[in-house]
C-alpha cells in the first residue's frame, strides 16, 4: 500500500496514462458498453425492506407462517362511504366493479356486499350451507337494498369489520390476490394495467368518490414513486452540480467535461446494479446521485490542477502529468476514506443495507478510477486554456470568507472553543429526544392519493397493516377444541383493548357465527357455544372448509388443526408504540397460553419493519465505530503519528453529534434511512481534514516547523478548496430533499448540515487545536516522515 502512495507508483502511472490514451479509451468503450447491457438485469424490488438478517428468529417465524397460511400482504380493499351505495344504479356499478375483479387471473377471490353468503341451518342430513343473502337473480329494488343494509348492521357481525366499518358509514370490497404474484413483477402489471385504470374508469362513470388500498396495492405505487423519482434525481443532480462547477470556473468547456465523466460514472453505477443482480430499492434509487454529487469535486480538483499549472508554465504535457500525479494521489485518499463509510454497512447483516454499502463504496471509488482517466485524456486532445478560461483563478471572490476565518482562528480561538462547547452541551441534551421510528408507512409519499386513501381506510377500519398472531397447540385439531377457542377469545378481548388495532379475524368468529346460524340467524346468539353445543362444530368446520365462495374466510386453521391464525390490523403507529403493544400482549398470551402446552408467535411484515429497525439502531454504533476505526487508521498510517488520530478524529465526530442533537430539537427520528447519516456524513468530512494536514506538513517542513507560520498559509489555501467542495456537496445531497419519500428528504438534509458543520469545524476548530497544542501534538517529532508522499495542496 504504502508503493500505491509513493511519488514514483504516481509518475510512472501518469506516463502511461498518457502514452496509452488510445488504448484506455477503447476499454473504457467496451467496459461502458458491457455495464450497459447490464441495465437489463436491474430489478426492481416487489418486496418490503427486511432490515433483519435472514437467520433472525422473527424471520424464521415469519417463513414458518407463510409456509402453512401463505402471505400476509395479499389483501386489496375497495372501500366508499357514498350515501347512495343501496340504490339499484349504484349498487349495480359496485356489483361489476367487483364482478370484473373477480374474473383477472392474479384473483384469488373476492368477498363484498354483492355477494356475502350467511350459514344455514338443514335438516336431512343434517348440515350448514351457504346461502347467498340477496337473490343473485331477481333486480333488487332500493326497499330491497335498505332492508340489506340493515341486515347487515344489525344481524351479521361475523361480517363487521371485515366488510363494514365499526361506525357502519364505509364497506369495502376485499379482494384476495394469488400468493404468487404478491412478491413479483405481476403484481405490478395487476395494479398499474388493470386495476388503477378500472377504478379511474368507474370514478368517472359512477360520480362515487372510492377509495383503494391493501399492502400489494400501495408497495406497488411506492415502488414506481421511486422509479419514477430516479431520474429526477439525477436530472436535479445534474443540473444543480453543473450549474455550481460553472459558477466557479466560468467555463462550457470545463462543464462539459465534469458532467460527460459524472454520466458515464452514472452509466456504469446502473450497469453495476444489474451485474450484481441488486434490486433498485428508495436506497440504492440514491446512488446514480450519489456518484454525480461525489464525482464533481473530484472533477473540481483536476480540472482546476490542471488549469493552474497551465496558468504557471504553458507546459501541456508537464500539466497533465502533474495533474494525475498530486491530485490523483490526494484524490485517492479522500476516495478511500469516503468509500470506507460506507462499506462499514455491510457488518449491519441487513441485506438492503449490505447491498447499498457494497454499491456505494463500488461506485465511489469506480468514480474516482473514471476521473482521473477521462479528464485528463480528453485535454490532452483538446489546445491549452486559453487566457479567459483561466481568469477565475484570479478571482478571490471569497477573500472575505477565508480573512474571517483566519481571524477567529487567530484572535477568537476561546471564542471557538466555548461555543464547541456549548454545542456539544445543547447536542446531548438534543440526542435525548431523539425517538426511533420503525413505521413501515412513514417515509411513503404522503401526499400521494394512495396514501391519503390508506389514511381513509386507516380511520374507518382501524388499519391497513396486519399483526399476525399464529398458535400451535401441538396436537392435530387441537385448534376446534372449545377449550382452545375460549383461549382465543380472551386473547381476542385482549386485543380490543388496544385502540391501535382492528377487530381481530379468526376461527372463533367462525365458530360463534355457526352458533348463530344454529339458532336460525339470531343475532344475540353470536357467541362461542357451550360445551353441550359443541357436537355440531365438526361438521361445521367440514363444511365450512369445503364452501365454494368463502376461501377468503377459511384460512384461518391449517390442515392438521394443530395451527391457528388470528389477524389484526395496525393503524400507522410508531416503533416505542409497538413496543408497547409487546409488552403489554406477550405476559397477556403467556397466561392465556401456557408456554408448555402452546406455542404463541406474534409476527407479520409490519412486526420485522419494527424489529429490523431497533436491529440497526442497536448495530449503528458498531457500523459508525468501526469507519471511525478504519479511517483513524488509515490516517494513522498516513502520517504516522497516532497522536494526529485524536487532533484530527474531533472535528468530525463535532458535527456528527451536531446533527444527532438537530435530530433530537427537530423531531427527525432514528430510523432507516436516518441512520445512514452519520456514517455518510463521516466519510465524506474526514476529507478536508486530511487536506488541511497534507498541507499543513508541507508548510512545516517549508516554515523550519515553526508552528504558527505553517497553519495561518496552510488554513488560507485550504480553505478555499473545502468552501468549494462543500458548497458542491451540500447543494448535491440537498437535491435529494426534493423527494416525495420522508426518509430520503431527511437524508438528503441531514447529510448536506452536517457536511457543512463539518467544514466550518475543520475550518475553526482543526487550525485552533493545533495552535494550542503544539508543543504536545503538532510538532516535529509528531510528524515524521510520512508512510506517503504528501502532494500539495489544490484549490
Avoid at 167 to 183: C, G, K
Avoid at 249 to 254: E, M, P, Y
Avoid at 390 to 415: E, N, S
Wanted: proline residues 4%.
Amino acid at each position: 500500500m504504502q508503493k500505491l502512495f509513493s511519488t514514483g507508483f504516481w509518475n510512472t502511472l501518469a506516463s502511461s496514462i498518457l502514452r496509452n490514451r488510445i488504448l484506455i479509451i477503447v476499454l473504457l468503450v467496451v467496459a461502458t458498453f458491457l455495464l450497459a447491457l447490464q441495465w437489463k438485469n436491474m430489478r426492481f424490488s416487489y418486496t418490503e425492506a427486511n432490515l433483519l438478517p435472514d437467520d433472525a428468529e422473527i424471520n424464521q417465524q415469519f417463513e414458518t407462517f407463510t409456509k402453512r397460511f401463505g402471505s400476509d400482504g395479499n389483501l386489496m380493499m375497495i372501500g366508499t362511504n357514498d350515501g347512495n351505495l343501496f340504490t339499484p344504479k349504484h349498487f349495480q356499478s359496485w356489483k361489476k366493479l367487483a364482478d370484473t375483479i373477480a374474473t383477472f387471473p392474479e384473483v384469488k377471490s373476492v368477498l363484498g356486499i354483492h355477494n356475502l353468503q350467511k350459514l344455514v341451518k338443514k335438516e336431512n342430513p343434517k348440515r350448514f350451507d351457504f346461502d347467498f343473502i340477496l337473490d343473485q337473480s331477481k333486480d333488487l329494488t332500493e326497499a330491497d337494498l335498505k332492508e340489506y343494509q340493515q341486515t347487515l348492521i344489525k344481524d351479521l357481525p361475523f361480517y363487521k369489520g371485515l366488510i363494514i366499518s365499526p361506525n357502519n358509514q364505509t364497506v369495502q370490497t376485499a379482494i384476495y390476490l394469488h400468493d404468487s404474484i404478491v412478491n413479483s413483477s405481476l403484481r405490478k402489471d395487476f395494479v398499474v394495467n388493470k386495476i388503477i385504470p378500472l377504478i379511474d374508469d368507474f370514478k368517472a362513470t359512477s360520480e362515487m368518490e372510492i377509495h383503494v388500498s391493501g399492502m400489494p396495492y400501495i408497495r406497488t405505487l411506492n415502488s414506481e414513486n421511486i422509479v419514477g423519482e430516479i431520474q429526477w434525481f439525477v436530472l436535479a443532480a445534474l443540473f444543480v452540480t453543473s450549474f455550481i462547477f460553472f459558477f466557479f470556473f466560468r467555463s462550457f468547456r470545463a462543464t462539459l467535461i465534469a458532467m460527460f465523466t459524472v454520466v458515464v460514472g452514472v452509466m456504469w453505477a446502473f450497469g453495476f446494479i444489474g451485474l450484481l443482480g441488486f434490486e433498485i430499492t428508495v436506497l440504492t434509487a440514491v446512488i446514480p446521485p450519489l456518484v454525480i454529487i461525489i464525482g464533481i469535486p473530484n472533477c473540481i480538483f483536476l480540472i482546476n490542477k490542471y488549469q493552474q499549472e497551465i496558468k504557471k508554465h504553458g507546459n501541456q504535457a508537464k500539466s497533465l502529468q502533474r495533474v494525475i500525479t498530486k491530485v490523483g494521489n490526494a484524490t485517492l485518499m479522500t476516495n478511500l476514506t469516503t468509500a470506507s463509510g460506507f462499506i462499514t454497512f455491510v457488518l449491519t447483516g441487513s441485506e438492503l443495507l449490505m447491498e447499498f454499502g457494497i454499491l456505494a463504496s463500488i461506485n465511489i471509488v469506480t468514480i474516482f478510477v473514471l476521473s482521473l482517466l477521462i479528464i485528463p485524456i480528453i485535454y490532452s486532445y483538446m489546445p491549452p486554456p486559453r487566457e479567459k478560461h483561466l481568469k477565475h483563478l484570479g478571482k478571490q471572490w471569497i477573500g472575505g470568507f477565508v480573512d474571517w476565518i483566519v481571524k477567529m482562528v487567530r484572535f477568537r480561538r476561546v471564542t471557538i472553543y466555548f461555543v464547541t462547547v456549548a454545542i456539544l452541551v445543547l447536542s446531548v441534551i438534543g440526542i435525548y429526544k431523539i425517538k426511533v421510528s420503525g413505521s413501515i408507512l412513514e417515509d411513503m409519499p404522503q401526499k400521494a392519493e394512495f396514501f391519503q386513501d390508506l389514511k381513509f381506510f386507516e380511520k374507518e377500519f382501524e388499519g391497513v397493516l396486519p399483526l399476525e398472531i399464529m398458535i400451535d397447540t401441538k396436537k392435530k385439531n387441537g385448534v376446534v377444541k372449545l377449550s382452545t377457542l375460549k383461549k382465543m377469545e380472551r386473547l381476542e378481548s385482549e386485543l380490543n383493548d388496544i385502540e391501535e388495532l382492528s377487530k381481530p379475524l379468526s376461527v372463533v368468529n367462525l365458530a360463534k357465527y355457526s352458533k348463530q346460524a344454529y339458532y336460525n340467524g339470531k343475532e344475540k346468539y353470536y357467541q362461542l357455544p357451550t360445551r353441550g353445543e359443541r357436537n355440531f362444530m365438526m361438521p361445521y368446520l367440514k363444511s365450512l372448509s369445503e364452501g365454494e365462495g368463502q376461501s377468503s374466510t377459511t384460512s384461518y386453521v391449517d390442515s392438521t388443526g394443530q395451527f391457528a391464525r388470528m389477524t389484526v390490523f395496525m393503524q400507522d403507529i410508531g416503533t416505542d408504540e409497538i413496543e408497547k403493544i409487546e409488552e403489554r400482549l406477550l405476559p397477556e398470551i403467556d397466561k392465556i397460553f401456557p408456554p408448555d402446552r402452546y406455542n404463541v408467535s406474534l409476527t407479520g411484515k409490519a412486526l420485522i419493519y419494527q424489529k429490523g429497525t431497533y436491529y440497526l439502531v442497536n448495530n449503528l454504533l458498531l457500523s459508525l465505530g468501526l469507519a471511525i476505526l478504519l479511517i483513524a487508521l488509515f490516517m494513522a498510517w498516513m502520517f504516522r503519528s497516532f497522536r494526529m488520530i485524536l487532533i484530527s478524529l474531533l472535528p468530525n465526530l463535532l458535527p456528527l453529534i451536531m446533527t444527532a442533537g438537530m435530530m433530537g430539537y427537530i423531531g427527525i427520528p432514528i430510523k432507516p434511512s436516518t441512520i445512514l447519516v452519520f456514517s455518510i456524513a463521516f466519510g465524506i468530512s474526514v476529507d478536508d481534514t486530511i487536506h488541511f494536514l497534507a498541507k499543513y506538513r508541507q508548510e512545516l517542513k517549508a516554515n523550519n516547523w515553526k508552528i504558527r507560520r505553517s497553519v495561518y498559509p496552510t488554513l488560507r489555501e485550504t480553505a478555499v478548496s473545502m468552501f468549494y467542495t462543500s458548497i458542491v456537496l451540500f447543494f448535491g445531497f440537498s437535491v435529494f430533499m426534493i423527494s416525495s419519500f420522508g426518509g430520503t428528504v431527511a437524508l438528503g438534509g441531514l447529510v448536506s448540515a452536517a457536511l457543512l458543520f463539518a467544514m466550518l469545524s475543520n475550518l475553526l476548530l482543526l487550525p485552533s487545536l493545533l495552535l494550542s497544542l503544539e508543543r504536545n501534538i503538532a510538532n516535529k517529532k509528531t510528524f515524521r516522515k510520512p508512510q506517503m508522499d504528501i502532494i500539495d495542496d489544490d484549490k
